[in-house]
């Protein structure tokens, strides 16, 4: 077997512009031979997918599962709701998550050289493959991954919003799955920026009490108004503030004039055992992507004159 160089991947990476793990598996295959290795990357389409690579993927797929009492949430992007579509597409997005679950990787990079659900290829094989059958670029953007408690998952639309809520109880029944499932439903309604009024960063505070000062200030019905009076309806602006941002002190969306905090009470009453909502995780599919905007006449003539 030839000994197969950094320079001789990096080498290959430049002339393919495929990934550093597909060269040097593509020169380990060819035994080193570097013509044979470019054949070798076009021929199972990997260069042509490093070609695409640069294009913007903001469709795809949120998904949230409990996979053996881990809970996951994934997001997976790619070109078009065609593909997004795609059953492959989605049953990848599926086996990705059980991935993470099981190996708990350190971020979307190390996920690539974990080991597929084959248990005999990675997660960037199988993301190959997918691509010879899709052809479009994909990127594994984010994940989180929450052991203990219970964990509870949403997938709103398809797959636009996934949700997973970590429920604080050693009470796993039908109820709590419930309220678990009703909580995430209100996340991904309402899309809290905290999950409670204790949670809200100082700083952003110290800065919304100044601009609420000022704004206040600045208001002429508040001209002769001594400054102990404005401070008190600032207070009062943040505290309904609360229930806007933070999950706990929202009106319960499916409630009647009870926030969730009183609505995650009352379940643990009925269940007889402590309920807390620990933590959350929402993502939403291609949020803070920007994307393309296609300009098909001009794409038309570049295609006719080109």
């Not at 599962?65 to 997005?93: H, I, K």
Request: aromatic share 4%; proline share 2%.
């Amino acid at each position: 077997m030839a000994n197969i160089t950094a320079a001789a991947v990096n080498e290959l990476r430049k002339i393919t512009g495929s990934g550093l793990m597909d060269c040097k598996k593509a020169l380990v295959e060819c035994d080193g031979d570097m013509d044979k290795a470019v054949d070798y990357l076009r021929e199972k389409g990997l260069a042509s997918q490093a070609k695409k690579a640069s294009r913007v993927a903001a469709e795809g797929m949120a998904y949230a599962a409990v996979v053996d009492g881990v809970g996951v949430v994934v997001e997976v992007n790619c070109e078009s709701d065609f593909v997004a579509g795609n059953e492959l597409f989605r049953e990848f997005v599926k086996n990705v998550a059980a991935v993470i679950a099981r190996e708990n990787p350190a971020d979307p990079e190390a996920l690539q050289s974990c080991k597929w659900v084959d248990g005999a290829s990675t997660v960037a094989d199988a993301k190959n493959e997918l691509f010879l059958s899709v052809r479009e670029n994909m990127q594994i953007r984010r994940f989180a991954r929450i052991e203990g408690g219970v964990s509870v998952p949403y997938v709103h639309m398809n797959g636009k919003i996934g949700v997973l809520v970590n429920l604080d109880t050693e009470c796993a029944d039908e109820k709590v799955v419930e309220l678990g499932k009703d909580v995430a439903m209100q996340i991904a309604a309402m899309n809290p920026q905290y999950l409670d009024k204790s949670c809200v960063d100082e700083a952003f505070l110290e800065h919304e009490k100044e601009v609420r000062m000022a704004q206040a200030r600045q208001d002429p019905k508040n001209a002769k108004k001594p400054d102990a009076i404005i401070e008190k309806i600032i207070v009062g602006g943040i505290q309904k503030m609360y229930k806007e941002i933070c999950l706990l002190q929202q009106a319960y969306v499916k409630g009647e004039g009870e926030d969730v905090a009183a609505h995650v009470a009352a379940v643990a009453k009925e269940v007889g055992a402590p309920i807390g909502v620990k933590s959350y995780v929402r993502f939403e599919k291609g949020e803070g992507i920007e994307k393309r905007q296609d300009d098909l006449a001009a794409e038309v003539a570049k295609m006719v004159n080109g």
